[in-house]
């Protein structure tokens, strides 16, 4: 930034994707439930810049200063930027894309998943479940070591030298590492890809802080992506025939109302649109169904991968 003060409003929605949905104006509709597991949603018009974001989501404070706010400086801020001039190129018709640019977009779409508050949370529940939580083998190893100063138990050894701010550290590695997974990212840029302009006549497309939806396993045929990236445009990933030529010949009305239950029903705090006509809807629907995703599969098998990496390294 030109005033050289570090970035700490974290948008793990980027601004520059919400700024489709301000229609004849600055201004986009934020519909939330302020209060957990209460029925009462809320809206309210707002700047991209005023919503979608933690502060120092990705900020690490124990860290020298200049290394601080790395992961928002040296990966998401280079992630949106690039993908911005992709789907700028979309927008306008363009859909030729060079290798550096579907690695860009792929990219992009990896860390909608892997960015968000809630699964840097589930990666640190993993994580302290992995490392607070030792073996049968490991207590009968710790008691057979222990000196007599020692805390009575390896589990109460582990929590006395826990360090919040180094599980926070390595949450946001393995964050970052899925998202820029070269295997996942090589077997989504070799997928087919599409973009779709709906219909004037179709309903608006909203989004929400899950607004991905990615169906079957990639090994799958009926593997697909699809995110809404306007309230008219959305983009598709597909591996097979079929599946493409179901994502570009379903009617589009249809393929809205399908679009806007699965952002909607498993949005976690926010959903986003263009049109109060769409309040009830999204009362009615909000974060219903919040249910275990394939990239929330993804994120327990890299945990198990790590754990057997660490296994062998132990031998």
């Known amino acids: 930034m030109a005033t050289g003060k570090p970035q700490r409003r974290h948008h793990y929605v980027p601004e520059f994707y919400l700024k489709r949905w301000q229609l004849g104006g600055d201004r986009l509709l934020e519909f939330s439930r302020p209060v957990p597991n209460r029925p009462d949603v809320r809206y309210r018009w707002v700047s991209p810049k005023q919503t979608g974001y933690v502060d120092k989501l990705y900020y690490l404070d124990h860290l020298p200063e200049h290394l601080r706010n790395g992961y928002e400086d040296r990966f998401f801020t280079p992630v949106d930027m690039k993908a911005s001039r992709v789907l700028d190129r979309f927008e306008r018709g363009n859909f030729e894309t060079d290798s550096a640019q579907r690695s860009s977009w792929a990219r992009f779409i990896m860390s909608l998943t892997f960015r968000t508050p809630e699964t840097i949370q589930a990666i640190r529940r993993e994580l302290e479940r992995d490392i607070f939580n030792p073996t049968r083998e490991s207590e ?13 138990t390896l589990r109460a050894a582990l929590e006395q030298e826990r360090n919040d701010d180094d599980l926070n550290h390595v949450a946001l590695q393995v964050s970052t590492g899925l998202a820029d997974s070269q295997k996942i990212g090589e077997r989504l840029i070799n997928t087919v890809w599409g973009f779709r302009h709906m219909p004037l ?3 608006a497309l909203l989004t929400s802080d899950r607004p991905l939806v990615w169906a079957f396993s990639m090994d799958d045929p009926q593997f697909h992506i699809v995110l809404p ?18 994502l570009q010949n379903t009617e589009g009305a249809h393929l809205v109302r399908f ?40 994120i327990e098998q890299r945990w198990a991968m790590l754990k057997r990496r660490e296994r062998r390294a132990r031998r």
């Open 259 to 298: 679009m806007n239950e699965h952002v909607t029903r498993r949005a976690v705090q926010y959903v986003w649109g263009a049109s109060l006509r769409q309040q009830q809807y999204v009362q009615q629907f909000m974060g219903v169904d919040p249910e275990h995703t394939i990239p929330d599969t993804l």
């Open 201 to 203: 006549n179709a309903p």
């Open 140 to 152: 009968r190893s710790y008691r057979r070591r222990r000196r007599p100063h020692d805390p009575r």
């Open 229 to 246: 990236t306007g309230p008219k445009t959305l983009f598709w990933a597909a591996r097979t025939p079929r599946m493409v030529s179901t």
